[in-house]
Every structure is written in C-alpha cells, then in structure tokens.
C-alpha cells in the first residue's frame, strides 16, 4: 500500500482526458467568416470554443475550437449565426 | 486541412476532459450554471450522468468546492452545508446550489428536496431534466414524456412507450411556497445564467427545472441538443417561466407561427414509433392538447 | 459537578458543551429526549448552534454529513428503524472519512415492531466503517460522547455511541458532569484544514466517483485507517482518565473480577450493571465467576479479549442480538479470536427483562458441555 491519498479530487483535473480523440467530424472555423459573436462558445457543452486573441480582415475576434477536446457533437457549426463552422470527417 | 490546433483558455468553472457524451445537453446547461453562480460557490450534486463524467477520481471537472454524497440526498447534504454557512455566518457570501437529474429530483430525492423548501433553507436547487434515468440506460422516470420510449416503457406492439405522465415538479415547488421558482431549457443558454443569477439574490430555497437533451437517451443528432430546448418550448410542451412566490412573473412567449408538438417530437427516436400507426398519432394529438393547455395557463401566445 | 439527571439530558447536555455547530435529528423512540433537550437549550439561547428538523433520519444524516463537509462539527442521535432507514448515509459519511458524533439509543428491529431496548439496531451496520463504542452506563454515556467527538476529528472518522434504549436513556441517577471549562480544555474547536472541507479559497471535490482502478486501494486505506484508531481510542481514555478521573480499562474492554474467574461473561452495555450485581452475590458463594465488557465493537478488539480470556475455563458471552442463520454478533466475533468453546447467549431482545436470575441460569449453563446458542428468558 502506498502512502494515505488525498481523498478528495483535483479541480480541473479532467483536462488530462484528451476526449478530442472520441470524434469522427472536426470544426473547422472559417475565421475570415466568423463575426466573433461567441455562440459556438455558449452552446458548446466541452465548453473549449475560445478566442484565439486574433481580428479578422473585417475587425472582428474571431473565435476556434480547441481540438485536445472538441468531442465533435457539431452543436457550435448547427448554432453559429454566419455559418462559419464547417464539421469535417476525420481521418484517423 | 490544416488544423492548428491551440488550447483554449477558457477555465471554466466546469472544465473540459469531462466523459459527457458528445453534445450532452446536462454538461452545457450545468457549466453555465456554475459560471453563473461564480467561484464563490459550493455545489452538492447526486449521483448521476453528471456526477461521474465530471469527477472520476483523482481527477475532477469542477473548480468550485463541489460533493457528491448519495443519488438521493444532494438536497440534504446541502441543507447540512447552509446550516454550517449559518453557523460560521458565510451564508451571505457563498452559494450553496444542490444539482441533481430528473431521476434524483421528481423521485428519489423528491422527499428529501421537499424538506429543504419546507425549511427555505438558503439553496438553490436545480434539476437537469433529460426525462428518464439516462446514467443507468434511459429507464424511466417521473419526468418521463407521455409516449416516449424508454428501456422500461418501451414502444412495443401493445403499449406505445411511456403511459404515464410527467410529473408537475415546478407546481410542487410552487407549493412550498418559495421565493423562486423557475424553468427553462438548454436552448435558452442566456436564460440559464439569467435565471440562476436572479435565484441566487432571492431569499431562501429555490428552484430551477432545466430541460437537457441527452442525446443518446432521445436518440437525436448530437447537433440538435441547443434545437430541441428551443423547440421544446416553441411548442408549449416545456414552457419557460419564472415565479415569484407563486406568481407568474415572466413566461417567454411562443412564436406567432404555430409550431407543433410533432416538430420537437421528430427529431427524436424516442418517439418515432408515435409516427408509425393511428395509436401513435391519438398520442401525438393528447400530446398536442397538453401543450395547447400550457400556452393557455402560462399565457404564452403572442399577442 | 454532582446532579440527578436522566440519562437522554445528561448525553444532551455533554453534547451541549461539545459545542457543535449543526444539530439535526428526526424524532424516534427512545433517543427523543436527548433531541428535545438539544432543541430546548436552542430555543433558550442555551447554545449556538444551527437546529436542523430533518424530515427523516435519511435527511438527518445528509444533513450533519453536509455540515461536517462545510467544516463545522456536527451532531445527530437515532434509534432502530431510524438507523437502519439511515444505513446509506453512514456508510457513505464513513467512506469520505467524515467526523461526526450519532447517538444511538438502541432499540429492538421490526417485524413485529417493538420500541423496547435491545441491540439489534447497531449491529447491522458495524461493517460500515464507523468506530461503535457502547455505554455501560449514562456516566460512561457522558464521558464517551465527549471522548467520541476527539476521536472523531483526531482520527477524521464518524464515531457512534451507542446506550441501551429506556434502561439508560430514561432513567434517573446521580451523575458527574463535566464542568464547560473542562470539556473545552479536553476537546479543541475543530478546525479541518483548507484542503479538507467545502472552501472556496480552496476548492476541492469530495464524493468523487472511483474505478476499478482506485476503488480497492481506497478502501483499503479506510480499513487501516479504522485500524489506527485503535491507538486513538486507548490514548483518549487514559487521557480522559488522566483529566476527569474516569476510564474504562484500556478503552477497549475492561475485566471485572477476572483474574481467577473460571467462568467469565463476556458482553457489552448496559446488562453488565445486572452481571456485576449477580458476580458479586456468586464470589460472596466463592464462585469463581468474573466479567469481560467489551467497550467498543468497532474497531474490535480481538487481542484484548484474547489475553483477557487466556485463564477462562468457560465462557460465556451474552448479548441482546444476533444474526439470523447464525448466532449472535458478539458471541461469532469472540470466536474469530480464541481457540476454546464459547457459548452464546442471547437475552433481552425487545425489551425482555434480563434479570440477575437470567444471569445466574448463564453461568450454570456456561459450565455444561453444549455450546449450541441459547435463548434465556426471565423465570
């Protein structure tokens, strides 16, 4: 028996599961297209649609997916207003 | 194509890694619930989909002190956890919300939750409600749909899914006579943070009723879970409404073109065989009154 | 201090100057008198803390678990059904190494229902991790309670203490109670550490679920940590002893006129006080007869009842339980550890007098050869 554990679990300890492997279809954001309006971010349930910290041509903060994570549900390309988030097959 | 993938920053208070099925309405509605409430909260949560996607041991999705006791007695222990922010008087500043499924909420846990109102000890109690156990296999609950088909009332030949009907939960909250009383979807993400913030400045108990597509449980695209809140509500079956010591306050309205019972019903394979046969389409059609019977009681038809 | 007091008071009014933070209970015979009294003194501005109407002991116990977890010391009391109605909870408070005091006045199980003392109740959850001391007497009661809540925190496991239903929780006798100061100086405020309670300066997260992969050594860890309390408990009775004059042998088990007993007794509660009467009329015979109490079931205390027993000719342990399709709970227990026939009696259950003559028919029977499990009843 090793030494006595902390029974309790580490906050944000799950970032060690890289559940971006479970997907078939991947987002890819069109940054050019995307108004920075943060749907994809609201309606994502990983909750990993960030912004990159970039503007577009058109002055907006475009935003991407962190692909470590992106499960692949394709909610972020159904809910984004400018349809800028294309869901493609993965090739594994 | 190309895939430069960078990591996101988000930290989120529920954080990402958790084992939620891809496009699980709990997790999302759950995330904006904590964030919501803020760091300066303590969640007590029953045993469920979102307790064992989220907190795998060693290793936990939230960054707020959070507890998992029991499937039944979230509620409980988080009367327990008020009672000690009384006593040590943080109950001003820190939150205390018991989150727990349907299953937890409308039937097991629902003698323990209604001790807590009847106290009006100071929490918030919020159920995801995907209308069946989905954590042991989409068997069914209290929150059940009328006709939906479940591992334990299945559509077979002779009985066309569940014959029961969803139990009135906000009604019973409302009779306990609490501050807050309110329901919503995870197609009103907005709504959500809206919600728990107002709850969280109301005195005493409250409660919160969620609708959450789970998406293996309704058999739906993974890409509709946002969709079908809306259209759950669209169509009068989950209506959106907050109450303030029994008094409607705010119901959101339906949108002046009708849409049907069967537009959120089809979706999903939970229901298809209500499409099948002149059985299905009766149930359909009750299913319809319901919904009617709701925008009429809430008055959500638009001027 | 010296004062008439019944037994539910005295254990309600130790709590009292145990000072916890949170009190829920849910009223059940026989344990009502000492919620009453926790909620008297809260409804006096006797005490501070938080008084919580559980809507059942499942709630109770949720409860005080929820407010040990939020870092505050907490308390709750049952009976019987209560506890059993409870079983979830303690095995859960036990697997998340919550502190926490539950007193259990003991009481018969139904069916048939019956609201008189036997030992049935507490029994059916020894395995459930919690340390389980027994009560002699309402002294001892009072003494244990305080000693419970030090072991508690010191050994961060949820400890019951358990008293005979009626024959200790309703009677009257003249009893030393501690002086506040002097609780206060024996037992410290509790304080967890920031890693160890709902904080949100240091947010942790307690309940999580374990795999195959982390559940066993898990619960390992908890069965040696139930074995650790062994130091704890020996340590708190001297320490006590050492402090208010009171202890019991070596706070597992303690001898009465053992040491050349031929026959001893070996039982737990408050039919010891009966046993203690009816050995000294036999020694006044020159019987050799003396008495083994055993103090605390959980962790238990098998070396200690071993050595204790090592000059026995016949043994006897007497209790009011047992596990149906077996025998009694002690009785099997006492037998895991030594190597000579033991008969098991079984006296008392719902309320059935165990009477000295009941005593004395033991120890007749104890000397014969059949060590078949016996039922004895009052003449």
Same mark, same amino acid.
């Given at each position: 028996m090793a030494k006595k554990q902390d029974l309790s679990a580490e906050p944000g300890g799950t970032m060690k599961n890289k559940t971006g492997s479970w997907r078939t279809y991947y987002p890819v954001v069109d940054h050019e297209k995307c108004i920075g309006c943060g749907t994809c971010d609201k309606v994502c349930p990983e909750g990993i649609c960030y912004k990159v910290g970039k503007k577009n041509k058109a002055g907006h903060e475009y935003y991407d997916n962190d692909l470590d994570y992106c499960k692949g549900c394709g909610l972020c390309a159904e809910e984004c207003p400018v349809k800028c988030i294309e869901m493609k097959f993965e090739e594994k | 194509m190309q895939r430069n993938n960078t990591n996101s920053k988000n930290k989120y208070l529920l954080s990402e890694g958790h084992t939620a099925c891809a496009g699980c309405g709990e997790l999302l509605a759950a995330r904006h619930v904590a964030e919501a409430a803020g760091p300066n909260t303590i969640i007590l949560n029953s045993t469920g989909c979102l307790e064992v996607t989220t907190s795998q041991y060693p290793n936990s999705s939230w960054r707020l002190p959070w507890m998992h006791s029991l499937f039944e007695n979230s509620s409980a222990v988080a009367?327990?956890?008020?009672?000690?922010?009384?006593?040590?008087?943080?109950?001003?500043?820190?939150?205390?919300?018991?989150?727990?499924?349907?299953?937890?909420?409308?039937?097991?846990?629902?003698?323990?939750?209604?001790?807590?109102?009847?106290?009006?000890?100071?929490?918030?109690?919020?159920?995801?409600?995907?209308?069946?156990?989905?954590?042991t296999g989409v068997q069914a609950s209290g929150a059940t749909s009328h006709g939906a088909s479940t591992t334990t009332s299945p559509a077979g030949k002779a009985i066309p899914g569940n014959m029961l009907f969803k139990k009135d939960m906000p009604a019973i909250a409302i009779a306990h006579d609490l501050s807050y009383v309110a329901q919503t979807t995870c197609g009103h993400?907005?709504?959500?943070?809206?919600?728990?913030?107002?709850?969280?400045?109301?005195?005493?108990?409250?409660?919160?009723?969620?609708?959450?597509?789970?998406?293996p449980g309704w058999n739906y695209d993974t890409k509709l879970t946002v969709k079908l809140g809306k259209l759950a509500q669209q169509s009068g079956l989950y209506p959106v409404f907050e109450a303030e010591y029994g008094e409607i306050t705010t119901a959101?309205?339906?949108?002046?073109?009708?849409?049907s019972v069967e537009e959120f019903l089809k979706p999903q394979k939970r229901f298809k065989h209500l499409f099948k046969d002149e059985k299905g389409k009766d149930l359909i059609k009750q299913l319809q009154v319901r919904a009617d019977k709701n925008i009429e009681k809430y008055n959500l038809a638009t001027e | 201090m010296r004062k008439i007091l019944e037994g539910s008071h005295a254990v309600a009014e130790a709590v009292r100057m145990c000072a916890p933070g949170v009190v829920s209970a849910y009223p059940i015979t026989p344990q009502t008198h000492i919620v009453e009294r926790l909620a008297d003194f809260k409804a006096n501005g006797q005490a501070d803390y938080e008084y919580v109407l559980g809507e059942s002991e499942f709630a109770a116990a949720s409860i005080v678990e929820g407010a040990v977890a939020a870092g505050v010391r907490s308390y709750s009391a049952t009976s019987s059904q209560g506890l059993l109605l409870m079983a979830e909870v303690l095995f859960n408070i036990a697997g998340m190494r919550l502190p926490l005091v539950l007193s259990v006045a003991n009481r018969a199980i139904s069916a048939p229902i019956n609201i008189w003392n036997d030992q049935q109740d507490a029994v059916t959850v020894r395995d459930s991790g919690w340390i389980m001391l027994y009560a002699e007497d309402n002294q001892e009661a009072i003494d244990m309670h305080i000693q419970a809540f030090k072991i508690s925190e010191r050994v961060k496991?949820?400890?019951?203490?358990?008293?005979?239903?009626?024959?200790?929780?309703?009677?009257?006798?003249?009893?030393?109670?501690?002086?506040?100061?002097?609780?206060?100086?024996?037992?410290?405020?509790?304080?967890?550490?920031?890693?160890?309670?709902?904080?949100?300066?240091?947010?942790?997260?307690?309940?999580?679920f374990a795999t195959p992969e982390t559940y066993m050594e898990l619960r390992q860890e908890l069965y040696e940590i139930v074995e650790s309390s062994r130091k704890v408990i020996n340590q708190e009775n001297r320490i006590y002893k050492d402090q208010f004059g009171r202890g019991s042998g070596d706070g597992f088990t303690e001898g009465y006129k053992l040491n050349d007993a031929e026959t001893v007794l070996v039982s737990f509660g408050s039919v010891l006080g009966t046993m203690k009467d009816?050995?000294?009329?036999?020694?006044?015979?020159?019987?050799?007869? /003396?008495?083994?109490?055993?103090?605390?079931?959980?962790?238990?205390?098998?070396?200690?009842?071993?050595?204790?027993?090592?000059?026995?000719?016949?043994?006897?342990?007497?209790?009011?339980?047992?596990?149906? /399709?077996?025998?009694g709970i002690l009785g099997g227990e006492v037998k895991q550890h030594i190597d000579k026939p033991v008969k098991n009696f079984v006296v008392g259950l719902g309320g059935k007098d165990a009477t000295k003559g009941v005593i004395k028919e033991i120890v007749k029977k104890a000397k014969g050869t059949d060590k078949k499990l016996e039922f004895i009843y009052p003449e």
């Open positions: - | 009367s327990g956890v008020a009672a000690a922010l009384k006593y040590k008087k943080q109950d001003k500043n820190i939150n205390v919300i018991a989150q727990a499924g349907d299953g937890g909420t409308f039937d097991i846990g629902m003698g323990l939750i209604s001790g807590l109102w009847e106290r009006k000890d100071n929490v918030l109690v919020v159920c995801y409600d995907n209308e069946a156990y989905m954590n993400i907005a709504d959500i943070e809206k919600k728990v913030k107002k709850a969280l400045t109301m005195p005493g108990a409250k409660y919160l009723q969620i609708l959450c597509g789970c998406t959101l309205k339906v949108p002046k073109k009708k849409v | 496991l949820p400890v019951m203490v358990n008293m005979d239903g009626y024959v200790l929780t309703h009677t009257y006798e003249p009893l030393d109670m501690p002086s506040q100061a002097d609780v206060k100086k024996y037992l410290p405020a509790y304080k967890p550490k920031a890693n160890e309670f709902l904080n949100i300066k240091n947010p942790r997260t307690f309940g999580a009816v050995v000294d009329e036999l020694r006044e015979k020159g019987e050799k007869v /003396g008495i083994l109490k055993v103090r605390c079931l959980r962790p238990f205390p098998g070396e200690e009842i071993k050595k204790a027993l090592e000059k026995a000719k016949n043994i006897a342990v007497v209790e009011k339980c047992l596990s149906l /399709g077996n025998e």
